[in-house]
Nanobody
Framework: QVQLVESGGGLVQPGGSLRLSCEAS????????MGWYRQAPGRQREVVAT???????YYADSVKGRFTISRDDAKSTLYLQMNSLTPEDTAVYYC??????????WGQGTQVNVSS
C-alpha cells in the first residue's frame, strides 16, 4: 500500500505562484509514474502533469509553460511548481502514483484557491 500526502495548497492572488509537494511512503518510489490531477467544483478530475520513472513528462495544454512537475526520488517526493496562476486553476489537486504491478494510488488532495 502506498500512502501519498500532499501539501502546499492555499489561497493565492491571480498571477501568483505555489509549489505543491507530495510525499510518498514507498520504498520503490523511483519505479512509479507520478502525476498531479485536479478537480474543480462540478467538473471531472483531470490530469495536470505526469512524470514517468524515466523522467518523461506530460502537461495538460492549459498548464504548459506555467507549471513544472519534478521529483526527488531520494526523498520519495513529487513536486508541482505553479506559476502565473489564474482563477481557472482553482481546484483540489491530487497526487497519483501508478505502477504496472503495484497498482494505482491517490492522495487525499490539497485545495488551491486563486482569487483576488
Amino acid at each position: 500500500q502506498v500512502q501519498l500526502v500532499e501539501s502546499g495548497g492555499g489561497l493565492v492572488q491571480p498571477g501568483g505562484s505555489l509549489r505543491l509537494s507530495c510525499e510518498a511512503s514507498v520504498g520503490t518510489f523511483r519505479s512509479y509514474t507520478m502525476g498531479w490531477y485536479r478537480q474543480a467544483p462540478g467538473r471531472q478530475r483531470e490530469v495536470v502533469a505526469t512524470m514517468s520513472a524515466g523522467r518523461s513528462t506530460y502537461y495538460a495544454d492549459s498548464v504548459k509553460g506555467r507549471f513544472t512537475i519534478s521529483r526527488d526520488d531520494a526523498k520519495s517526493t513529487l513536486y508541482l511548481q505553479m506559476n502565473s496562476l489564474t482563477p481557472e486553476d482553482t481546484a483540489v489537486y491530487y497526487c497519483n502514483a501508478g505502477h504496472a504491478i503495484a497498482g494505482n494510488f491517490w492522495g487525499q488532495g490539497t485545495q488551491v484557491n486563486v482569487s483576488s
